[in-house]
C-alpha cells in the first residue's frame, strides 16, 4: 500500500521569504501523480500543484515548485515570495495513475504560518 | 470550472438521530465520489469510494452500516451518518472527477461539519 509521510508538523516562514515543505512517500508503483494541496481556515481544499511521475521536470505555478527526486520517492514544495495568504495546512497527496476509483492518499499536512 | 456542491455546510443534531450530507457534481457527471473524514488538525482519510449504480466500497475499519453511502445518479451521492454519536463529530469531504477524466484532477466539495450533541 501507498504512504505519504510529511515529516514537519509545523512550519513558519517570514513574508517575502522562501520556504519549502517536505514530503516522502512510498509505493512501488512507477505511474502516479502527486500533489500539493492547501487548506486555509476555511477548510476548502485547494490543488497548488501537480506532478505526474513520469515527467522528469518539476512543475512549477508561479511562487510554487516541487523538487521531485523519484528514485528517493521526495516531493518537497517551494514557496517563493511568502505572502500571509499563504498561511495555511498544506498536504502531500498521492494518486495512482489511471482508473476511475484511483483515490487520493494524503500526508498527515503541514500547518505553514508566514510572519509579517 | 467544475464545481462540487456540498450541503449542508455544517449542521448539529442529537445523539441517536440520523445526517445526510449531499454532493453534487454542478456542471459535470460523477461516476465515482470520495468520501473523506477530517478530525481537527488531522489528515484527510478516506471512508469510502462510492460508484454510481453499484454498492460502494469501503475502507478497512469504516462501517458500512453506520455510514451509509448512495450514489444512485451520476451527479448526486449522499453520506447518511446513522445513529450518530459524540464521536462521529468531524469534517466530512466529498471529492470526484469528471466521468472519464481518471486523470485529471479531483474536485472538491466544501465540506460538512458535524456536531453531534
Known amino acids: 500500500a501507498q504512504t505519504v509521510t510529511q515529516s514537519q508538523p509545523e512550519m513558519s516562514v517570514q513574508e517575502a521569504e522562501t520556504v519549502t515543505l517536505s514530503c516522502t512517500y512510498d509505493?512501488?508503483?512507477?505511474?502516479?501523480?502527486l500533489f500539493w494541496y492547501k487548506q486555509p481556515p476555511s477548510r476548502q481544499m485547494i490543488l497548488v500543484i501537480r506532478?505526474?511521475?513520469?515527467?522528469?521536470q518539476n512543475a512549477t505555478e508561479n511562487r510554487f515548485s516541487v523538487n521531485f527526486q523519484k528514485a528517493a520517492k521526495s516531493f518537497s514544495l517551494k514557496i517563493s515570495d511568502s505572502q500571509l495568504g499563504d498561511a495555511a495546512m498544506y498536504f502531500c497527496?498521492?494518486?495512482?495513475?489511471?482508473?476511475?476509483?484511483?483515490?487520493?492518499?494524503f500526508g498527515t499536512g503541514t500547518l505553514l504560518a508566514v510572519q509579517p | 470550472g467544475a464545481v462540487v456542491s456540498q450541503h449542508p455546510s455544517w449542521v448539529i443534531c442529537k445523539s441517536g438521530t440520523s445526517v445526510k450530507i449531499e454532493c453534487r457534481s454542478l456542471?459535470?457527471?460523477?461516476?465515482?465520489m470520495f468520501w473523506y473524514r477530517q478530525f481537527p488538525k488531522q489528515s484527510l482519510m478516506l471512508m469510502a469510494t462510492?460508484?454510481?449504480?453499484?454498492?460502494?466500497?469501503?475502507e478497512q475499519g469504516v462501517e458500512k452500516d453506520k455510514f451509509l453511502i448512495n450514489h444512485a445518479s451520476l451527479t448526486l451521492s449522499t453520506l447518511t451518518v446513522t445513529s450518530a454519536h459524540p464521536e462521529d463529530s468531524s469534517f466530512y469531504i466529498c471529492?470526484?472527477?469528471?466521468?472519464?477524466?481518471?486523470?485529471?484532477?479531483?474536485?472538491f466539495g466544501n465540506g460538512t461539519r458535524l456536531t453531534v450533541t
Open positions: 462510492s460508484n454510481e449504480g453499484s454498492k460502494a466500497t469501503y
Open positions: 456542471d459535470f457527471q460523477a461516476t465515482t
Open positions: 471529492s470526484t472527477h469528471s466521468a472519464g477524466a481518471y486523470n485529471s484532477p479531483l474536485h
Open positions: 509505493t512501488s508503483e512507477s505511474d502516479y501523480y
Open positions: 497527496a498521492y494518486r495512482t495513475f489511471g482508473g476511475a476509483t484511483n483515490k487520493l492518499i
Open positions: 506532478q505526474e511521475a513520469y515527467k522528469q
